[in-house]
T-cell receptor, first 112, second 115 residues
Framework: GQQVMQIPQYQHVQEGEDFTTYCNSS?????IQWYKQRPGGHPVFLIQ?????EVKKQKRLTFQFGEAKKNSSLHITATQTTDVGTYFC????????????FGRGTSLIVHP | KAGVTQTPRYLIKTRGQQVTLSCSPI?????VSWYQQTPGQGLQFLFE???????NKGNFPGRFSGRQFSNSRSEMNVSTLELGDSALYLC??????????????FGEGSRLTVL
């Protein structure tokens, strides 16, 4: 199937350290979305990337879409305790079919 | 603008029973999709409705069904519950009309425990 592999599964960091999660696909992605889910909460949309090589920033968060549109990354600079949660990437099948596939997520634990 | 509302938030059922979950999308959103989230399988797509029609379906058995009403509210039903159906069921609405996905707005979910 059209899976997206997300690594790492867990990441422990000290507050102030940087964090990166990666999303990889064996097939070309039409677009990639990123969501954040706080513990006990629900996924919240962060961003959507569409163009090859696209880079978008949201304050301390930087999102990248690979040149070949087969991978994406989310980088957080100087993590804070408010960044704790699970970050998911999601791909959508191309060709007009709306069936989103989510990565397994990366759980970020920030130690104060 | 009110967000996506799901009811009930928590429920406990026994094997063999059936359950109905409800989802009210953001006003004006006509696409409603459902997801099952478990620690073992992650976030998995169940189905998506648009204008009362099921447009897409994930890889779940026929015990899982849904419908959408003319006001875009949606329900999903799980019959003959199994222990493995214990999960957080999430509903999401979207304003996107075409098959390509836009931003998904998730509800807080319905946590189902099957005993």
């Amino acid at each position: 199937g059209q899976q997206v592999m997300q690594i790492p599964q867990y990441q422990h960091v000290q507050e102030g350290e940087d964090f990166t999660t990666y999303c990889n696909s064996s097939t070309t992605l039409s677009n990639i979305q990123w969501y954040k889910q706080r513990p006990g909460g629900h996924p919240v949309f962060l961003i959507q990337l569409v163009k090859s090589g696209e880079v978008k920033k949201q304050k301390r968060l930087t999102f990248q879409f690979g040149e070949a549109k087969k991978n994406s990354s989310l980088h957080i600079t100087a993590t804070q305790t408010t960044d704790v949660g699970t970050y998911f990437c999601a791909r959508h099948a191309s060709g007009g079919s709306y069936i989103p596939t989510f990565g397994r997520g990366t759980s970020l634990i920030v130690h104060p | 603008k009110a967000g996506v509302t799901q009811t009930p938030r928590y429920l406990i059922k026994t094997r063999g029973q059936q359950v109905t979950l409800s989802c009210s999308p953001i006003s004006g959103h006509r696409s409603v999709s459902w997801y099952q989230q478990t620690p073992g399988q992650g976030l998995q797509f169940l189905f998506e409705y648009f204008s009362e029609t099921q447009r897409n379906k994930g890889n779940f058995p026929g015990r899982f069904s849904g419908r959408q009403f003319s006001n875009s509210r949606s329900e999903m039903n799980v019959s003959t519950l199994e222990l493995g159906d214990s999960a957080l069921y999430l509903c999401a609405s979207s304003s996107h009309v075409t098959g390509s996905a836009g931003e998904l707005f998730f509800g807080e979910g319905s946590r189902l425990t099957v005993l």
